[in-house]
């Protein structure tokens, strides 16, 4: 009797391959080795809990207060007030605010009330190359670079008794977020000032002020 030959497809043959290569087992891990394996698709937990504080929610305030120069006398440099809002910190990037604060405008003493928003430049974290033994790791950074935003009202607390101006101010510039704590970090900033008085008896008078203001402070968050 004559044997017949049969021989697969080519194409059945690749498919077998590609099954058995989708149906591999996936490597036994140690508890050690686990914290090195990396997926492809998924990463590690290490990765996935650094990810996720990128996206936290919570508290944040800051406090600070600093000198001055108005457009009176630019060489006049005086104490400037101080400020403080608080509100939450969104994507580890953005905060959003409520504040009151002094100016001290020489012979002006004001309140302000106003809307803080504070944009981070730079990513709150760095990666680290990984080595060897560890994989790429994420740690913060000493300094942040960050924009602020300051838009509000001020009303005179504290001079002539015929002369109680208000308005509406902003404030805005750029600032140093500094230090590697956690709940804590220094600030640093500089910024424009401009400040609206409203309610001057004299037509003659000057109706705004500007000014740049240097301020030391302190970030807190939960």
Same mark, same amino acid.
């Given at each position: 009797?004559?044997?017949?030959?049969?021989?697969?497809?080519?194409?059945?043959?690749?498919? &077998?391959?590609?099954?058995?290569?989708?149906?591999?087992? /996936? =490597?036994?891990?140690? %508890?050690?080795?686990?914290?090195?394996?990396?997926?492809?698709?998924?990463?590690?937990?290490?990765?996935?809990?650094?990810?996720?504080?990128?996206?936290?929610?919570?508290?944040?305030?800051? &406090?600070?207060?600093? +000198? /001055?120069?108005?457009?009176?006398?630019?060489?006049?440099? %005086?104490?400037?007030?101080?400020?403080?809002?608080?509100?939450?910190? #969104?994507? !580890?990037?953005?905060? #959003?605010?409520? $504040?009151?604060?002094?100016?001290?405008?020489? *012979?002006?003493?004001?309140?302000?009330?106003? /809307?803080?928003?504070?944009?981070?430049?730079? *990513? =709150? !974290?760095?990666?680290?190359? $990984?080595?060897?033994? *560890? %994989?790429?790791?994420?740690?913060?950074?000493?300094? @942040?670079?960050?924009?602020?935003?300051?838009?509000?009202?001020?009303?005179?607390?504290? $001079?002539? #008794?015929?002369?109680? =101006?208000?308005?509406?101010?902003?404030?805005?510039?750029?600032?140093? #977020?500094?230090?590697?704590?956690?709940?804590?970090?220094?600030?640093?900033?500089?910024?424009?000032?401009?400040?609206?008085?409203?309610?001057?008896? @004299? +037509?003659?008078?000057? !109706?705004?002020?500007?000014?740049?203001?240097?301020?030391?402070?302190?970030?807190?968050? *939960?």
């Amino acid at each position: 009797m004559k044997r017949i030959k049969t021989e697969c497809p080519v194409y059945i043959n690749c498919l &077998l391959l590609l099954l058995i290569c989708f149906f591999k087992p /996936a =490597p036994v891990l140690s %508890q050690k080795n686990k914290e090195k394996y990396v997926s492809p698709v998924f990463g590690n937990d290490k990765e996935k809990k650094d990810k996720n504080r990128s996206f936290s929610i919570g508290y944040k305030g800051c &406090l600070e207060a600093g +000198v /001055a120069a108005n457009d009176l006398d630019y060489k006049k440099i %005086q104490f400037g007030g101080g400020f403080t809002s608080h509100g939450v910190f #969104l994507l !580890n990037t953005i905060f #959003l605010g409520l $504040g009151v604060g002094i100016d001290n405008y020489d *012979s002006l003493i004001m309140r302000p009330i106003a /809307a803080d928003l504070r944009v981070l430049v730079s *990513s =709150p !974290n760095k990666s680290t190359k $990984g080595t060897e033994n *560890s %994989q790429q790791s994420y740690k913060p950074r000493k300094t @942040n670079l960050f924009l602020f935003f300051t838009c509000g009202k001020s009303r005179t607390i504290n $001079g002539p #008794l015929d002369y109680k =101006p208000q308005g509406y101010m902003f404030h805005g510039g750029f600032g140093l #977020l500094m230090g590697t704590q956690k709940y804590a970090r220094a600030t640093l900033t500089l910024g424009y000032k401009y400040q609206e008085l409203k309610g001057v008896p @004299n +037509v003659n008078a000057v !109706n705004n002020t500007q000014s740049i203001h240097l301020r030391l402070g302190v970030e807190f968050k *939960s």
